[in-house]
């Protein structure tokens, strides 16, 4: 048997997840991957075939009972494993709530009993809606689908098994990881995936709205070493945003990607741009980005033959679009209530501040 410390992680065989395997076996530990293979590829771990200390289980996170073996001796368990589509959410809200929220319980429970040192938790930044930024871990939480809904839920049920039964806990809220595995199905909110599917068949790329919105990518090989500091870290109970706390917009990509771009209407409840304030994870964990945006790109393109099979987007393909549409009206429907809601608590908040200066103003003249 290896001698080398014990890290589960679930969701291995996916994007993030895989690179979290390489950062650990870089380090030293003995991996135990747990996927599904829903959006998992086992190419995604090929580099690792005969390593004695990488093992695969192919299974469902909510078929462990607490006591199952895989979790035996282990010293960390980082969660990844989920579904992570965020607009289709819309649809299919049972299973994202399965597999995020009970399949997280499931995971809890087995690390607790195994008595591992951290379970670190792969949270979303789309728990905080249409944030205002740079976007700090204090901000209210307002998830605007189900996912994101799922994702906080799934939080928040790790933080609870930290107070409830000690276990120590991590949580990170992912702003926008891209790298290379990144996932090929879902034409929604996967701008790398499309866009890459695109160059590679030579048509234009579709820019959703003018293209000036931004994100906070991060590379994923940074998002891995992020999640092995608070790991490895003595802070326990913490939730930390994880980005490169430096925006780039969509047209940038673009012209770092080369070639023609075609536009397509914006999505409701897509914020203009996500900014991550990363002075907590930066200044407690003494992590910081290592990979440029520019750098990562390039990465990316030099491997552009994993994203051969993606879907080609909205615009090409009939049956594609009917389906965006579909989901796009579900979404829009849902969204109207929360947009009304922000005007009018907008309103409300105008209405009340113009009412206290004038009684204020009342009161003076008294
Ligand atoms: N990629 C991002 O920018 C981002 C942003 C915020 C949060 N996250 C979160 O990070 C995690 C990983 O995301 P990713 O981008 O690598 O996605 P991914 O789809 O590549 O990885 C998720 C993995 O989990 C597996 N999985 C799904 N349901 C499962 C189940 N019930 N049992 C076992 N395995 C299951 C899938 O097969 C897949 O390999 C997800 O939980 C996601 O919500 C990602």
Redesign the pocket.
């Known amino acids: 048997m290896s001698a080398r410390p014990i890290a589960v992680v679930?969701?291995g065989?996916?994007?993030?997840?895989s690179h979290m395997v390489d950062v650990l076996v870089e380090r030293g530990y003995a991996v135990r991957v747990?996927?599904?293979?829903?959006?998992?590829r086992e190419e995604n771990l090929a580099h690792h075939a005969g390593n004695p200390d990488v093992v695969l289980e192919k299974r469902?996170?909510?078929s462990y009972a607490p006591d199952d073996a895989l979790f035996r001796g282990a010293k960390y368990v980082v969660h990844?494993?989920?579904?992570?589509d965020i607009v289709p959410s819309i649809e299919r809200p049972m299973e994202y709530m399965s597999?995020n929220v009970q399949?997280t319980v499931h995971m809890l429970e087995c690390a607790r009993h195994a008595g591992v040192q951290k379970f670190v938790y792969?949270a979303?930044?789309s728990c905080y809606g249409l944030a205002k930024t740079p976007t700090t871990e204090d901000h209210p939480v307002e998830p605007l689908y189900p996912y994101a809904l799922s994702?906080y839920q799934g939080e928040q049920a790790a933080l609870h098994w930290q107070l409830v039964y000690k276990l120590p806990v991590n949580s990170i809220r992912?702003f926008?990881?891209y790298g290379t595995r990144s996932?090929t199905s879902g034409a929604y909110g996967a701008v790398f995936g499309v866009f890459l599917r695109q160059k590679i068949a030579g048509k234009p790329y579709t820019v959703v709205g003018d293209g000036t919105q931004s994100r906070d990518f991060l590379y994923v090989t940074d998002v891995a070493r992020a999640f092995l500091a608070a790991a490895e870290t003595e802070h326990t109970g913490r939730i930390y945003n994880l980005g490169a706390g430096n925006p780039q917009s969509v047209n940038r990509l673009v012209e770092l990607l080369g070639g023609e771009k075609i536009h397509i209407p914006k999505r409701p409840g897509e914020p203009d741009c996500t900014h991550a304030d990363i002075s907590r994870i930066t200044s407690e964990l003494g992590w910081k980005p290592q990979v440029s945006f520019e750098e990562g790109v390039g990465k990316i393109v030099a491997n552009i033959d994993y994203w051969r099979n993606a879907p080609l987007g909205p615009g090409f393909d009939r049956a594609g679009d009917q389906d965006l549409v579909r989901i796009h009206v579900a979404a829009r429907e849902s969204l109207m209530d929360a947009a009304s809601k922000h005007l009018y608590s907008h309103k409300i908040k105008t209405a009340a501040r113009s009412a206290t200066r004038s009684a204020r103003g009342r009161a003076r003249r008294k």
Do not use: E, P, Q, Y
């Open positions: 679930t969701g065989a996916g994007f993030i997840g747990i996927d599904n293979m829903v959006g998992g469902d996170i909510r990844f494993a989920g579904i992570g597999a399949g792969a979303s930044s994702k992912i926008n990881a996932r």
